[in-house]
């Protein structure tokens, strides 16, 4: 069975196409500027001609959203391309995994459900470098023990530039040296090496507190840039928190 899972998020919405429990093909649009129905429906079409979709093969559309405002424009241009009602699913959808908070993101809660189906038999910790910085932890028979949210790394780079006369835009890699003698290397340092303390001393503290050694996932769009940095990531996985929607929606 093909199935169409969209993860709506503050900074872009991802889309993948999944033949059963496997995702074959992912993309990528930017959330903002917000579009409205008929230009999303447009761009989808042009997307599923790039990648040889037939609307009539998908026989599920699964939907995520931590943009309340977006979830009806999408919903409605994929009633208009596959004529069907897509499945939205959030912290209410039931699962494996224990919310525990009428607050937690439906993002967040994905992260947990596909670590939760992928891993099992261990603790789990999911890194999600996103518009902001969160790790959440939760445990082998599904309880979620708590979350961590802090400022996105690009979120707060952007931040810095744009209230800033005369510091450029970087490209977000590791430096040359931890030490910068030039304002370009200068704030790749920063950026790498603070957010990578920041997260080990996340993952750290998790474990303290867990009494455990946890196994860590990392998400997210940068997360590529922070995993050969350290020990501490298990592993990457870009199309987490699809996984996790996808898992939500599969039997609904």
Known sequence: MNSIVINVGNSNVRFGLFDDDN?????????????????????????????????????KVIIGSVVPQLT???SSAIKKIHGIQPVIVDRSTPSGVQAKSKQMGTDIYANLVAAHNLYPDRKKIIIDF???LTASCVTETGE????IIAPGI????????????????????KPKSVLGLDTVTCM??????????????FIDR?????????????????SHVYKPLTTKIHITDRLHTLKGLYFLGKDL
């Open 144 to 147: 979620t023990l708590g979350v």
């Open 188 to 201: 790749q340092s920063g950026m790498v090496y603070g957010f990578l303390g920041m997260v080990e001393g």
């Open 154 to 173: 690009v979120t707060s780079l952007n931040s810095l530039i744009s209230q800033t006369a005369q510091l450029p835009e970087i490209e977000l890699k």
């Open 72 to 74: 009806k424009v999408v």
């Open 130 to 132: 996103g518009t902001a």
């Open 23 to 59: 995702c074959d093909i992912s993309w990528v649009i930017n959330t903002k500027p917000y579009r409205t129905t008929d230009e999303l429906y447009v761009q989808m079409l042009m997307l599923y001609q790039t990648y040889k979709i037939d609307p009539k093969d998908i026989s």
């Open 206 to 222: 998790i474990n303290d507190e867990v009494n455990d050694d946890c196994f860590v996932i990392a998400t997210g769009g940068v």
